[in-house]
């Protein structure tokens, strides 16, 4: 039962990478691309905005496919989709690059994570998705900071070029170890699923994560350029500063996992409580050692706990619907990163990198106040 979970973790790990390497990377694809750091922070809501429109269509539409040949065929156009971004010669050829893999991470995403739950059962809902939430933590703690250390030795289109050999290779060990999956015939149906859209406390959930991931990649899409411009560091010192990042969110993975099977909304609003501390302290203990680091630790904890948490929360308001459940959160998620990385472009361009905490602490505490107003609802809920 291990096996195929640990499988999907690593082909997460490359889908997710995919996504997320262009953080550390934004600063050399602007230069070369010949646009500005905020022009270059659009792929990043172009990629987001795409999972956001399409992603619980295509989640609901291919939830009747055979689950095997789905993932491997996914990986197959990831990794085409890295060779077209590590030969692009403008924004332009770079944008339909990243907007390829954008249609097929949230159906990887949302079925590997119901293939896991259905593999151990919906009470350890949690501790599934943690395993498969690994190989996001793991596309943090080494995809995106080894990315940006290739970057800054070899180029930003090497680190591209490699990926695509990497999803390659995941979608061979896939065809070879990936035990053939049974369809549920309640799958095919996709009225059944679109059903749960009705449900005010479902609405309520995905703008919850729209708040949370809006918050996040408000600072997190600009974290190198704040590296590179505020602390001076140059492009190794901020490949280990992401790496380090990263590796705090292996406690937070951790954490999230146990936290939300217990109370999914109570782990939400604790773990936003701290990333607000986390964000607003870190432009000024950008100078100190200690400060900068205690400020990303807080943050990479949060951060890494909150994109499990967000996901089995979604999950466990619709159990008889999980995958479409888990593409709703996908689709909330990157309509946050993608408002995140816009508000985070006109923040830089009107207030400065500096201010960019505190334009993210705003999102967190609405999405505090919201988590509190469903739990309230939801007691009101169950008492009538």
Known sequence: MLLPILLLSAAGFTVLTTEFVIVGLLPSIARDLDVSVSQAGLLVTLFAFTVAAFGPFLTAYFARFERKRLFITILIMFSLANTLAALAPNIWVMSVARLIPALGLPVFWALASETAVDIVGPEYAGRAIAKIGFGIVCATVFGIPVGTLISDMFGWRTAFGILA????????????????????????????????????????????????????????TYLADILERLAGFDGTLVGWC?????????????????????????????????????????????????????????????????????????????????????SLNIAGANLGIGLGAMVGGRVIDTLGLGSLGFAAAGFILLSILLAFWLMTAKAREVCV
């Open 242 to 326: 992401l790496m380090g990042f990263g590796a705090v969110g292996l406690i937070g993975n951790s954490l999230g996992g146990r936290m939300v099977d217990r109370h999914p909304l109570m782990a939400s609003m604790v773990f936003c409580g701290f990333m607000i501390t986390g964000m607003v302290a870190l432009v000024p203990a950008i100078h100190s050692t200690l400060g900068l680091a205690a400020a990303m630790g807080i943050w990479g904890v949060t951060q890494a706990a909150l994109f499990l948490v967000s996901h089995v929360r979604l999950m466990k308001v619709a159990p008889h619907a999980p995958a479409f459940a888990a």
């Open 165 to 220: 050999v990497v999803a390659l290779a995941k979608a061979l060990l896939l065809f070879i170890y990936l035990p053939a999956t049974t369809v549920k015939k309640e799958a095919v149906t996709l009225r059944s699923q679109f059903k749960i859209l009705r449900s005010p406390l479902m609405q309520g959930h995905v703008l919850l994560s729209i708040l949370v991931f809006s918050g996040m990649f408000t600072v997190y």
